[in-house]
């Protein structure tokens, strides 16, 4: 039995390090991603109900030199757990205010763009320092930027975080609480925080045509934002049906493959460019 188990010990062994390696390996690129200039932005699109592109969600993404493009989820976690996701969230607050600002000076306006901030960005008290150096390095408006937060990511932490949320509403930008209804306090969240637009998650939008509970909860949730002063946004929103439903409940915001996928700076200029969409 022992021998037995020593095999099994050595075959599982070789598996394992093949995973811690790999994380190691993406670690250690990913601290050099931001000097080699590998990340990216891609932005999607958000629309109001005439089909007007009013703002949109910059989507980080990383052109690996070996793997290819990445999808966030694949590193977002480890930049995470390794703190990297500081200087990494810097970059992007600095680099979509650039962009969206380097539109306006060419005479094509966003009405906002919108950044996710981790859990680990908001237990760092410079997140309002590193959100002012954005703004002030690009010029763009306060009113323009919003800050995309989970109640996961808040609640870990929610004086320190109430603080630098403050902090960074009193600058004039704008909270937007992200994958609404997912979490176990929902509500108190949004009682907490003064948020200026709740999103609304793609799990429930994407069966309201077909599940009546669904249907239930996401025109409470547009109910609740507009009873808490708030303006509503759907995520994943994939249907033309879905889209009519959701504008016939009064949502005020459309993000999803519909209108458009998450794009490189390029595709959004043209889309702006042309002023509509499809
Ligand atoms: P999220 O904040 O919930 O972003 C929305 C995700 O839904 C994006 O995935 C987007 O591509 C996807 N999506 C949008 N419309 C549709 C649709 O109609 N159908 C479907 N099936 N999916 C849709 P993405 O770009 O892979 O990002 C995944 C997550 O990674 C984001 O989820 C966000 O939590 C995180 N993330 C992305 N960029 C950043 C960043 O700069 N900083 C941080 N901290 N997190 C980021
Ligand atoms: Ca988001
Ligand atoms: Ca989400």
Known sequence: AKSAGRNNYR????????????????????????????????????????????????LLRWEHPEYGFMQPDSFIPIAEESGLIIPIGQWVLEQACLQVRHWQDAGLTLGFVSVNISARQLREPDLSQAVRNALDTSGLAPERLELE??????????????????????????????????????????KQFRFDKVKIDREFVRDMLTD??????????IAISHAFGATATAVGVETAAQA?????????????????????????QELLQSGCLI
């Not at 993406?26 to 005439?50: F, K």
């Not at 929610?158 to 603080?163: D, P, S």
């Not at 009546?212 to 949730?221: E, N």
């Open 11 to 58: 075959l599982f062994l070789p598996e394992m390090n093949q995973q811690v390696s790999e994380r190691v390996i993406i670690e250690n690129d990913l601290r050099q991603a931001v000097a080699r200039d590998e990340l990216r932005l891609h932005y999607q699109p958000v629309t109001d109900a005439n089909n007007q592109i009013v703002g949109a969600e910059a």
């Open 149 to 190: 937060l989970t109640e996961g990511s808040v609640l870990q932490r929610t004086e320190a975080a109430r603080q630098i949320l403050e902090e960074t509403q009193a600058l004039g930008v704008r909270l937007v609480a992200d994958d609404f209804g997912t979490g176990y306090s929902s509500l108190s969240f949004l």
């Open 212 to 221: 009546q509970g669904d249907a239930a909860i996401v025109k409470a949730t």
């Open 244 to 268: 009519d439903a959701l504008r016939a409940c009064g949502c005020d915001h459309l993000q999803g493959y519909l209108c458009g996928r998450p794009m490189a700076p390029s595709d959004l």
